[in-house]
């Protein structure tokens, strides 16, 4: 059985490009261009993270370009200071929103929803710079085997013994879960354990022939 990956270095991007703090602006977007990423991790010393340099940094140097449109006097659309700015280290977004190797994915996952990033830098518990995570990369456990999946699904009810003989089928990564089970209050509690299998879409019962998908949590 394939083990499921649980944590972020099972998925991140171990190579991962950065710029120094005085890397400047031209350099940054031919970097971006290159290696078609929407971020980089900017770098201090030996390879600390000190923040991280984006498109969005990048972007009002172009908003406030005078233009057709634009008359002399008219107030900056951006950030002015980002507008002029010419090295990393006056464009970054400080500090960097970073996370640790051995993060869950899903914490990866709310961290990104949370600060509303595509890409998080891997960081040691030193700030040094590790790898980079990135959406695609977190999307990565849905391609899991529903082979996988089942074998991964029928360990865990394993280990909740009410639900030991419910079988288990697994297409495209729903879950159905079958058989009989003595008490129903306990459908909450093995439907969060099954979701806790990476790669699970979603979930559905079928005890006894009555088919219902079980509550969300």
Do not use: C
């Not at 991007?13 to 261009?33: F, Q, W």
């Not at 900017?42 to 390879?47: F, N, R």
């Not at 961290?111 to 040094?128: E, F, H, N, T, Y």
């Not at 030991?164 to 079958?178: C, E, Y």
Request: glycine content about 8%; proline content about 6%; hydrophobic content about 45%.
């Amino acid at each position: 059985m394939t083990t499921s990956p649980h944590t972020v270095s099972d998925l991140m991007t171990h190579t991962a490009v950065a710029v120094g703090s005085r890397a400047s602006y031209k350099d940054i977007v031919r970097l971006l261009d290159e290696w078609k990423v929407s971020a980089l991790p900017v770098l201090a010393g030996e390879g600390r993270v000190i923040g991280v340099v984006s498109e969005a940094d990048l972007l009002p140097k172009e908003e406030n370009r005078p233009d057709e449109t634009s008359a002399p006097g008219d107030r900056p659309f951006a950030d002015a200071s980002k507008a002029e700015a010419l090295y990393a280290e006056q464009l970054m977004s400080s500090p960097a929103v970073t996370v640790h190797a051995d993060a869950t994915v899903a914490e990866a996952a709310r961290i990104m929803a949370r600060r509303q990033v595509k890409r998080l830098p891997v960081v040691d518990s030193g700030g040094l710079l590790q790898g980079i995570i990135s959406r695609a990369d977190l999307l990565k456990v849905f391609l899991r085997s529903d082979e996988d999946i089942a074998d991964e699904t029928l360990a865990v009810l394993g280990g909740l013994p009410a639900a030991a003989d419910m079988a288990v089928h697994v297409d495209d990564g729903v879950v159905t879960l079958g058989g009989s089970l003595s008490d129903r209050a306990l459908v909450p509690l093995i439907a969060r354990a099954v979701r806790a299998v990476e790669g699970v879409v979603d979930i559905r019962l079928d005890l006894l022939g009555h088919r219902e998908d079980p509550p969300a949590g």
